[in-house]
C-alpha cells in the first residue's frame, strides 16, 4: 500500500471541499472510527513481522500529518464565513441591482425630430462646433459689417476672425451644399453657442436641428406642407399653425413659425402671453446669394430651410419652464424623461 499516493490523493479532496459539510464527509471518510486510518491500524497484525515497525510508522506519520491538514482547512471555512459575520455582513441579503441610465429629454427630442425628417426622405448629417467665419455668416448672406450678424454674435477662436463656435446649425448648409449637387433633404442636430447670459430661458450652449431642401420648382407650399408634418407629428394633430412674415439674411421670403397654445389651444394663457401662439423656429425659401456663394445656378434650382432650438421644442412639448434645468443634470429632473 503506498502511503504517499493514498496521502496525495486525501490532498486533493481536500482541496476540493468547499464547505463545512464536505470537510465533515471527508473526515468521516479517512479520520472516522470506520475510516481509512482505522483500516490501516487494523491491518498491521495481519502483516509479516519484520514489515510491521515500518508500515505502523508510516501509518501514524498519515494520521498525523491529516490532523493538521483537516484542522486548518476548517480553520478557513470557518474563518472565511465567521469574517463576514462579524463584519455585520448580511450574506443572505439581496444584492443592490445597478441603476440603468436613459437617454437624455433633449437627445429624445432631437431623434425623436430626426425620426419624423428622415420618414419623409431627409437624411441626418452633423458639421463641427468650431467652424468658420465664412460658413457662419459670408456663405449665409451676412456680411461682414451687415447689423443682422449681432442676432447671430458668438465666442471668436484665438485666430479671429477665422474660427468661432458656430452659433447656429445653419452653417451646415454651406458645407452640405459644396459638398453635393442636388436634389438634397438634411436635417442637421447639434450644439451652438452665443454669448448671452444665463436665465431662465437663455444659455451660452443650447441645440438646434436645421433642415433644407433643394431641387428643381421647390415652392413655398412644399415648406408649409413638410413643417406642417413635422409639428403635428410633435405636438398633436389638432394644432394650428401660422407663418408670419420675417427677416433672415439667408432665406427670402423668411418666416417665423408659430403653433396654436398647446396649452390654452390659442385662447391666450400665461405660457403664450395671452397670445393663443407659441413661436417655435424660423424658415423660408434659401436666398438667391446663399446659392451663388456654393456654385449652385439660382435660376434652376429652388430650395427651403427652417431652423428650430431644440430646447424650447422640448420646454414646450413636456411644460418646462426653465432651460437650466436640462444641463444641472438633477436626477430627480431627468428621471421623469
Ligand atoms: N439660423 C437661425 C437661428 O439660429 C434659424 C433659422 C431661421 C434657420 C430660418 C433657417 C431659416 O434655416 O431658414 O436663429
Redesign the pocket.
Known sequence: MDIKLIQAQIETDLANAISPQLLEELRVKYLGRKGLIAELTASIPTLAAQERGAFGREVNGLKSKLLTLFAEKEKNLTGSIQGEINNNIDIGMPGIAPTLGSVHPITQIIDEICGIFTRMGFCVVEGPEVETENNNFTG?NIPLEHPSRD??DTFYLKDYPKLLLR????PV?VRAMKAHKPPLAIVVPGR?YRPDAVDASHLFMFH?I???LVDENIRFSDLKGTLSLFAKSVFGRDIKMRFRP?F?P??EP?AEVDISCIICKGKGCSVCGRKGWLEI????M?HPNVFKHVGYDPEKYTG??????IERIAMLKYGINDIRLFFENDLRFLNQF
Open positions: 449665409l442676432a447671430f452659433s447656429h446649425t445653419s448648409q451652438v438646434q436645421e433642415g433644407f420675417h433672415f439667408f432665406t423668411s423656429l424660423g424658415a423660408g434659401i427651403f430651410a427652417f431652423g428650430m432650438g
